[in-house]
């Protein structure tokens, strides 16, 4: 199962862009990368996905690099409700979720 | 709404007491998996399960046992041998395979050992 790295915390000031970066450089060429988020003590929520292309819907953009190695996941105007811990995930074998240790993303006033 | 239910929200279990975390979906997902969080930790996986019947061990099994009797359930027991139990458990279903099956969540059963 692909591994993926993720910077352990961020800062964002409130109304600017979030640029969340993501390594995932042995992934295969049939999976998915999913992006998901968790505010504390709740469970995790879906914010996108992607396999070759980017992919944008209403809550964030994700950018994959082509040699897909790595992505980024852009949400264009944080706000303090987007502060939460977002995870950078490879579907593998056996359709087994591996969570990487996430970024905790700060959004500041 | 299809989604994904557990019970209790809240557990509290003594010292050397076996107990179960419920976990029910109507989604009609095949797959599903139990996840243990600690305090500012990500998420590693217990149990999973592909479909009824069959279930394998994730990373951190021991001290845990599961079944799927049922496509709809699938309960987790903590035992009397997991050394550290408190911690914050999620479920998860998806449909098996590769591409693009989404995965819903739980919202979570926190366990306190006292």
């Known amino acids: 199962d692909a591994k993926t790295t993720q910077p352990p915390s961020m800062d964002c000031a409130e109304g600017r862009a979030a640029n969340l970066p993501c390594n995932h450089s042995t992934i295969s060429g049939n999976e998915y990368v999913y992006w998901y988020r968790q505010i504390h003590s709740q469970g995790p929520q879906y914010i996108i996905h992607?396999?070759?292309n980017n992919e944008t819907n209403e809550m964030a953009s994700l950018i994959i690099t082509e040699d897909r190695k790595s992505s980024t996941l852009i949400l264009p105007h944080a706000t303090l409700r987007d502060t939460a811990v977002y995870y950078c995930i490879v579907r593998g074998t056996a359709s087994k979720l591996t969570f990487g240790t996430g970024t905790r993303l700060q959004v500041t006033l | 709404d299809g989604g994904i239910t557990q019970s209790p929200k809240y557990l509290f279990r003594k010292e050397g007491q076996n107990v179960t975390l419920s976990c029910e979906q109507n989604?009609?997902?095949?797959?599903m998996y139990w996840y243990r969080q600690d305090p500012g930790q990500g998420l590693r996986l217990i149990y999973y399960s592909q479909i009824v019947n069959d279930f394998q061990k994730g990373d951190i099994a021991e001290g845990y046992s599961v079944s799927r009797e049922k496509k709809e359930s699938f309960p987790l027991t903590v035992t009397s041998a997991q050394k550290n139990p408190t911690a914050f458990y999620l479920c998860?279903?998806?449909?098996?395979?590769?591409?693009?099956?989404?995965?819903?969540f739980g919202s979570g059963t926190r366990l306190t050992v006292v």
């Open positions: 998860a279903s998806t449909r098996p395979g590769t591409g693009f099956y989404g995965y819903t």
């Open positions: 992607g396999l070759k």
């Open positions: 989604l009609n997902h095949d797959a």
